[in-house]
């Protein structure tokens, strides 16, 4: 997207509230940047009727509100309304609607377990690894996940990825240790020993060959069940 994109001149004067990350929305441009951004997290609510009398109301925009009106009657799903309003402004191409309706379709198809799991992945990308680890142990927590170890041990992979990224080595190669019991991954392996090093010392100095710290091992979040 490194193409100039025109923004309208109708500002709301009242927010519309993105209840999934208390994000204010002023703009029709600033909510295509939203979803188009939060693809991983967007769920049923975003089709939201508050939402559509948001756009025809606060940024007038009375052809798009009548197209989602019409959309919601007829039990439109989650990517034909996204879609709908990423078509609007000119802030994503053709060909980036169709990658991002593709998306939706794809997760779709998840199971609610793994749709959670993926949106917590995101939050983890997102560096915002303390709010993770809390929403880890609740998935962990929830029954489809007990009864899937193999998929519990991936949460838990994570978990770790968490904690080393906080520096918390010792409380991350707890994690990898279950993980490695659980899913049996060569990643999970490499990263409890790597873990147990740095917990080991005083002042984590990491060598150039083997940085795998800085190289983003710890980044691979295990998004896949």
């Excluded at 208390?22 to 703009?27: D, K």
């Excluded at 983890?124 to 519990?152: H, M, T, W």
């Excluded at 090093?197 to 795998?212: F, G, T």
Aim: proline residues 1%.
């Amino acid at each position: 997207m490194s193409r100039v994109i025109l923004c309208s001149k109708k500002r709301a004067h009242t927010p519309y509230c993105m209840k999934m990350t208390s994000t204010n929305i002023y703009t029709i441009e600033e909510l295509c940047f939203y979803l188009y951004d939060n693809l991983y997290i967007i769920d049923e609510s975003i089709m939201d009727i508050d939402l559509v009398k948001w756009i025809g109301n606060q940024l007038e925009e009375e052809q798009l509100f009548a197209e989602l009106m019409s959309l919601l009657e007829k039990g439109t799903d989650i990517a034909g309304f996204v879609s709908a309003i990423l078509g609007t402004t000119g802030f994503c191409n053709e060909e980036e609607i169709i990658k991002a309706r593709a998306f939706l379709d794809k997760m779709a198809l998840k199971s609610p377990i793994e749709k959670k799991k993926m949106r917590i992945d995101m939050i983890a990308r997102g560096r915002k690894y303390a709010v993770a680890i809390y929403e880890y142990a609740n998935l962990l927590e929830e029954d489809e996940c007990r009864q899937d170890p193999k998929f519990s041990g991936k949460v838990i992979h994570n978990i770790g990825c968490c904690y080393a990224n906080l520096f918390l080595f010792e409380e991350a190669s707890v994690c990898f240790k279950k993980a490695l019991k659980l899913t049996n991954m060569k990643m999970s392996s490499k990263l409890y020993e790597l873990a147990v090093k740095y917990s080991k010392s005083s002042e984590v100095v990491i060598n150039e060959d083997e940085d795998l710290f800085l190289k983003g091992e710890f980044n691979k979040i295990s998004d896949r069940k």
